[in-house]
């Protein structure tokens, strides 16, 4: 079973430039999470989404940071304009229900300069 | 809110020895979850063991192990016999049954060094 897919792995960009990051979650999966995650910090939760609806996006930065879900499967995030500190791991996750088990993918790291 | 604490951000162990990562929460809630995740190097985080709140008895997954204490809101892992696999970065994480909109929240983490 394929896991989750991210692209790109590695992303170097000046502040007030624009990034946008992919996932590909498990096949079947409704629920796709993207997770923050500062170096020496835990992941922090930014999205939650259920099928192609939101459920929580209370800890995403709305003037920055976008994100999308387009017909239940694939999403993307977007930060524009970035700043330094948004330089982060970007994680995404995917289960199969909000109670089942996260499945994460191999991260997206941001390094804005 | 919820809180994780993980009170320990290093933690060393011989290889076959027994090592504990501890893990403090705070919540209101009644029914939850805990879960204790590895994340090796590559950084592709992995679920090692699952508790849930209404269940008295430890869970067990092979050499892993869980002491959850509810009262005292404490989730300690226990590793036994250690394998050079097992250094990684492991985080303790809690998510409320409170329905669709439960959030997952983590710790910081513990890294955790085998050495031979």
């Known amino acids: 079973e394929a896991g989750v897919a991210q692209s790109p792995r590695y992303k170097i960009i000046e502040k007030r430039q624009s990034v946008a990051f992919w996932c590909n979650p498990i096949s079947g999966h409704a629920t796709l999470y993207w997770y923050q995650q500062i170096l020496g910090q835990g992941p922090k939760l930014l999205i939650q989404?259920?099928?192609?609806?939101?459920?929580?996006d209370s800890q995403l930065p709305k003037d920055r940071f976008s994100a999308e879900r387009l017909k239940g499967v694939d999403s993307t995030l977007k930060i524009q304009p970035a700043k330094l500190e948004d330089s982060a791991v970007y994680l995404c996750?995917?289960?199969?229900?909000?109670?089942?088990?996260?499945?994460f993918g191999e991260g997206s790291r941001l390094t804005v300069l | 809110a919820q809180t994780v604490t993980q009170s320990q951000p290093e933690m060393s162990v011989q290889e076959a020895e027994t090592v504990t990562l501890s893990c403090t929460y705070d919540?209101?809630?009644?029914?939850?979850?805990l879960f204790w995740y590895k994340q090796p190097p590559s950084r592709q985080m992995i679920l090692v063991i699952r508790?849930?709140?209404?269940?008295?008895q430890n869970a067990t997954e092979n050499r892993f192990s869980v002491n959850f204490q509810k009262a005292a809101k404490s989730f300690s892992l226990k590793i036994s016999d250690s394998q050079l696999g097992d250094a990684a970065m492991y985080f303790c994480a809690y998510r409320p049954d409170t329905g669709t909109a439960s959030k997952l929240t983590f710790g910081t983490g513990t890294r955790l060094q085998v050495t031979l």
């Open positions: 989404f259920q099928n192609n609806g939101v459920v929580d």
């Open positions: 508790q849930e709140a209404y269940k008295q």
């Open positions: 919540t209101s809630e009644s029914d939850y979850y």
């Open positions: 996750a995917s289960s199969l229900g909000w109670r089942g088990e996260l499945f």
